[in-house]
């Protein structure tokens, strides 16, 4: 038995479950978030939104100023959590071993589900499977998925990383060392921005450099060097993760006297975003959803949270929506005995948009 993975992602997810249920939306740019006309940010947006600049996390009026037809509409987390288990319910119900890492993108393992004599050969005839599955998906939850083919998770994702939207890739076997080679290294899983300066600093700038260079990649990538030479030649052992992994991060701080000076409290925020950032990137992980966590002189304890289609790993990312969520809610209409950020909804974070050179 070979294995093919396959990598789902759900298309443009939240402002697609908007369309498809106000069809009035339909073919319009929609931006689901704050109005531009408050302190907010935006969550998702559709591809029309996308083509005028406009992304998640993205505050609401930068976006209303690039996308001014734009359409703003309110989250509804719960409707998307409904529908995702529908999507997820019945991608579990083709036999497939499933990982589901985040709202609306899974991995599935359907190597039980295909026959064949040698590893390309098993990827080829997983294609019927995938182009099904999105058939089934479009027919009974109107949603377009994006499924990717690879004998592994770091191939199916980099195929995904690629996808212009409602496509299928596949990666095979044959062509895979081939197809890495023109990516930035920064496409491989794992490498951040750390890994990623050291091997420019080195003079590597794509995978095709990773595979062709002669020395140990310990000495630029530490411990991680060994299988970073995996992956730049597409291979990866992980198997799909089906246990609970960590679900949250995050830090509080107690002070020695209650206040509402903001700049305290914008310090203390800074430091624990810098904090989470660490402890997500140590992992590998992004997260979709911020909290921001305050308790007041009397103990009443108040938390908040947003999340995003997409993960955040930077600290100025959390930082800004800590910030957005104090603001929002006046939760510093007093002064505090405590502040915290966490963030949840974690994840190997979304790859960067890759551009073939
Ligand atoms: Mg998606």
């Given at each position: ?28 740019a ?31 009026i ?78 009974e ?13 770091l ?55 990773l ?10 990538a ?15 052992h ?12 995050s ?5 020695l ?32 959803t ?24 930077e600290?100025d ?7 957005f ?10 002064p ?22």
């Amino acid at each position: 038995m070979f294995r093919v993975i396959f990598h789902l992602d759900m298309d443009a997810f939240y402002a697609s479950v908007e369309q498809r249920d106000s069809p009035a939306l339909r073919g319009k740019a929609v931006i689901v978030g704050a109005p531009p006309t408050q302190r907010g940010v935006v969550c998702a947006a559709s591809y029309e939104a996308r083509k005028f600049g406009v992304r998640s996390a993205m505050p609401s009026i930068t976006a209303g100023r690039l996308c001014p037809d734009g359409v703003f509409v309110r989250p509804r987390m719960e409707r998307y959590r409904e529908e995702s288990d529908q999507i997820m319910h019945l991608v579990a119900a083709t036999g497939a071993v499933l990982e589901q890492v985040s709202i609306d993108e899974a991995y599935l393992d359907v190597s039980a589900l295909c026959q064949a004599d040698e590893p390309d050969a098993a990827l080829l005839d997983s294609v019927s499977l995938a182009r099904q599955l999105k058939a089934r998906i479009r027919t009974e939850r109107q949603l377009t998925a994006t499924i990717c083919v690879g004998s592994n998770k770091l191939l199916a994702k980099i195929a995904s990383d690629h996808q212009i939207p409602y496509g299928l890739t596949l990666i095979s076997e044959k062509d895979k060392v081939q197809f890495l080679r023109p990516l930035p290294v920064r496409a491989l899983y794992g490498v951040g921005k750390v890994t990623e300066e050291a091997l420019h600093r080195a003079g590597i700038e794509t995978v095709g450099d990773l595979q062709d260079h002669p020395g140990d990649l310990r000495a630029l990538a530490g411990s991680f060097g060994p299988k970073l030479r995996q992956f730049a030649f597409g291979e990866d052992h992980r198997p799909l993760e089906l246990g609970e992994e960590i679900k949250s991060i995050s830090g509080e701080e107690t002070f020695l006297k209650d206040t509402d000076d903001r700049k305290v409290l914008r310090a203390c925020l800074r430091e624990q975003a810098a904090d989470i950032s660490a402890r997500l990137k140590r992992h590998r992980l992004g997260a979709h959803t911020v909290q921001v966590k305050v308790r007041y002189s009397d103990f009443t304890t108040l938390t908040r949270q947003i999340s995003l289609e997409e993960s955040l790993t930077e600290p100025d990312d959390l930082y800004r929506l800590a910030c957005f969520l104090l603001a929002r809610e006046k939760l510093v209409s007093r002064p505090l005995r405590l502040l915290g950020l966490g963030v949840s909804g974690l994840r190997e974070p979304a790859g960067q948009q890759l551009v073939l050179i």
